[in-house]
Each structure stands twice: as C-alpha cells, then as structure tokens.
C-alpha cells in the first residue's frame, strides 16, 4: 500500500481542530475566530479563557478565572529548592522543564486525568510558569526570589517578580500582548509533540513538558533568544548589511526570519513591530529598533536578488527586539514564549484529550546496503 510522503510534514493535516485559524498565504491568524487585530485588544486571562473553554467569559467568569490564576501564583518551598539547586550553567528552559516535572509530583490531581482535573492541573501550570521563569532568572543572578504581586495583572506580575520593580503600564501592556501573540498558533512543532504525547493518554504534565523540550530548538522558541544575541551581536545599524550579506552567502539561518506556513508576512510579526517601534520611542532610544528595521530590508533584498523570493520576519524577530526594551535577558527569551504558549498547549491537549486518536505516522522505508 502507498503512503503519502512529505519531508517534515510539510502540508500534511494531522487532525481536526476548532483553536486556531491560519490562512498563511494571506496572513490571516485567529484564535477561536478572533482576528490577531481584536486579539490584541484583549487580556491574557480572557484569552486564555476563550483557549480553553472555546468561548469568551462574562465578566463573572473573567474575574473568577483571572482570580484563580492569581491565587495559583505562589509555589511551595520545595519547588522553590529545586530551582535553587539547579546547575546555573543551564537555561530557563531546562529550569522550567525539571521544575515543572517536580512539581508535577506534588500536584493533588497526580492521578486524576479526567477534564476537570485537567483543566486543574492546567491553570496551575498557567499561573506558575512566570513565578518559575522570574525565580529562576533572579536565583542564577544571586538576588532573591520574590513573592507574586496579587495586585498585579499576569503580565505586570512577571515583570515585577524578575526585575523587582512594577512596571510601566506601557511595558505592562506591551509584554502581555506578547503573552496573546505567543499563546497558540495551530500544529507548531511544540504543540504538536504536546498533542501527540496527550494521544498516547498520558499525563497533561508530561505532554506540556514535551511542548517545551520542542520549544527549546533554535528552528522554533529558540530562534527568539537568537534574535535577540544577533542584535547585540550586530551592535550598529551601519554594520547591518555585512552581517545578513554574511549569512546569506553562507548559507546560514537568518534567525526570525522564514516560517513554515506563512508565504506572507506573518501577521504577529506586524503588531510585534509596532510594539518595538513604541517602547523604543518611550525609552528614547532607537538602536535596537533600527538594527531590526534594517536587518528586515536586508534581507528582503538579498533573498529577493539571491533567491529570487522575499523573506520575511516571523513571531520570534520583533518579539526579540520588544524583550530587548523590556530588559528580558536574551537567556530567557523561549521561556518567556513558553510563559504565553502555555495557555495555547493546555487547549490543545484538552481538544486532544476529548476526541482522542492516537497520533502514528508511517515512515517510507528507505533500504540501506546491508
Ligand atoms: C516559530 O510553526 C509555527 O507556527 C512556529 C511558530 C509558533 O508560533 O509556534 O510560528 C514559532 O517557530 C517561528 C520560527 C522560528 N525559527 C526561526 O526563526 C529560525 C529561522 N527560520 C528558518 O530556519 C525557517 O524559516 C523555518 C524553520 C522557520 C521554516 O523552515 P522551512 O519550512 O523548512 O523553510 P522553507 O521550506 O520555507 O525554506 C525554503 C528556503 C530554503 O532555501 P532554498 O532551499 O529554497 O534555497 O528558504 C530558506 C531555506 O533554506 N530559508 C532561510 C530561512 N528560512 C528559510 N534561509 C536563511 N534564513 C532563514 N531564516
């Protein structure tokens, strides 16, 4: 019997879903049939909401759900301790990774895989991710953890418990469009491990945490962190040019530029740049804006005189250049993203959980000499 082959995936439909529509020859994206731009208007906590539960909450809901969310933040002492004694030669990710393994054991859901207890063990992970992540980060720069802001919006939340002081409304703001843009995009690699790891019915904790070791990978989450060095790397707009002329007649990845469905300009990256374009105007300073900007019709140019078809940014490059303006160390920058992207892995492994075929591939076999 034949099989359809195509090399990564590539076009394959995988399976049925109702989360997130992406016509990438257009650059359309939405998220339960809200277009990016009514997106960004909204709060992560409705947002995430609307993820999960497959509609928008009343005010009641809203205020209930983002309530809970803020009593969730606090972690207990011992994951506290696990995060102290990781290897500060490692990253956020690998932190978050074995801290959220641990406190997988601690959960009182362990055992329960039913959707309430999902929907649980979901929201636990939602609201803890950042009190992780800004744990981590301060820990490894020997300044102590710091107890969550109850006051303080998710995004707000974050930033306070990393750098120690409340935000801006402006960065606030800013950050937890970030958090919106990043939390779903359809079959992405992450995503789709989660959603096959959810298949095989195991744990809701395992199938994020696979989410995450694929998140990690430069062609992915990665890229951010990339992004973000590259421009440190570049460190003037008039050294731009030689270094994209410099990647391409190496052939070297363009970190945040290209993308696997969208043939257009993807349209997260056009909020992710007004969003730099406005923090960098509030701080006064344009450098890492105009690095970006100019790295952006480089490369247009040399791929269309090279390869005669435009490039174009994806999530990961403005994102990168915003996090820059919001003093996010670069070594944070995919466990950021996986601090928004929760939201999307919880809603998938659910929709996976609740019509479940497992995930099982072919491989064509290619005979080897023996
Ligand atoms: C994310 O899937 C998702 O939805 C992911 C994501 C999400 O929200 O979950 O959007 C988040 O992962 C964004 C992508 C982050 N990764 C990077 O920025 C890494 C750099 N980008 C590339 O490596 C690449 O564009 C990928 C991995 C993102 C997509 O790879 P594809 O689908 O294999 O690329 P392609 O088939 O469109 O590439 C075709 C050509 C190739 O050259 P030719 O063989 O035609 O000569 O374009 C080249 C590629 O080599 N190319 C690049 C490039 N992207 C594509 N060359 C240099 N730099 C790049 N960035």
Redesign the pocket.
Known sequence: MEHNFAK?L?NIVALESSITF?DGEKGILEYRGFDIAELADMSYEQVSYMLIYGRLPDRNELKSFSDELKELRTISDSAFNVIRFCNYNIEAMDALRTTISFMSHCDPDLNDNSPEANIRKGMRMIARFPTVVASFSRTKHGMEELEPDPELSHSANFLYMLRGTRPSELEARILETDFIL?AD???????FTARTIASTLSDIHSSVIGGLCA?KG???????M??MEAIDEIGSVDKVENFVIG??EK???????????YKTY?P?AKVYKKLAKEIAEDRGDMLWFDIAERMEEIAYRE?VGK?G?P?YP????YSGVVYKYLDIPSKLATAVFAIG?ISGWIAHCLEQYSDNRLIRPRAKFVRSEK
């Not at 430069?218 to 951010?224: K, N, T, V």
């Open positions: 990564g590539e992406i990043s995009h359809e079959l992405n690699p992450s995503t998140l430069p062609l992915h989450g990665g890229a951010r990339a992004v990647k391409v052939h070297e990845k363009l970190m945040g530029f290209g993308h696997r469905v993807d997260r791929f390869k078809k490039i994806n999530v990961d490059f992207r």
